[in-house]
Nanobody, 122 residues
C-alpha cells in the first residue's frame, strides 16, 4: 500500500511554469514505476509522463514532449513534474500514479493520488 499526495498546482499564465510534487508514504517509492496523468473537465484522463524505478528512463506523449519533465528522488520518496511553456489546454487536474509493472500509458496503475488543479489562463 502506498499513499500519494500531490501538491504544487495553481493558476499560471500562458507561457509560465509550474512544478508539481507527489509525495509517497506507506511504502518505498523505489519499488514502483511512476506516472503523471491529467483530466480536464468533460474529457477523459490522459497520460502525460512516466518514469522508471530508478529514474533513468522517461516517456512522454508528443503533446507534452519538450515542455514537461518528470523526475524522481527515491531518497525523498517524491516524484516531480516540471511543466514549462504552459498553454490553456494544459488546464486540468493532475494526478500521480504508481505501478509495479511499468511506466507507459497502457500499464495498470495500482495507486493514485487525489489530484492537484492546474489552471493556465490565456
Amino acid at each position: 500500500q502506498v499513499d500519494l499526495v500531490e501538491s504544487g498546482g495553481g493558476l499560471v499564465r500562458t507561457g509560465g511554469s509550474l512544478r508539481l510534487s507527489c509525495s509517497a508514504s506507506g511504502s518505498t517509492l523505489s519499488t514502483y514505476a511512476m506516472a503523471w496523468f491529467r483530466q480536464a473537465v468533460g474529457k477523459e484522463r490522459e497520460f502525460v509522463a512516466g518514469i522508471n524505478w530508478t529514474g533513468d528512463s522517461t516517456y512522454y506523449p508528443d503533446h507534452v514532449k519538450g515542455r514537461f519533465t518528470i523526475s524522481r528522488d527515491n531518497a525523498e520518496n517524491t516524484v516531480y513534474l516540471q511543466m514549462d511553456s504552459l498553454k490553456p489546454e494544459d488546464t486540468a487536474v493532475y494526478y500521480c500514479a504508481a505501478s509495479r509493472y511499468g511506466y507507459f500509458s497502457n500499464v495498470d496503475y495500482h495507486y493514485w493520488g487525489q489530484g492537484t488543479q492546474v489552471t493556465v489562463s490565456s
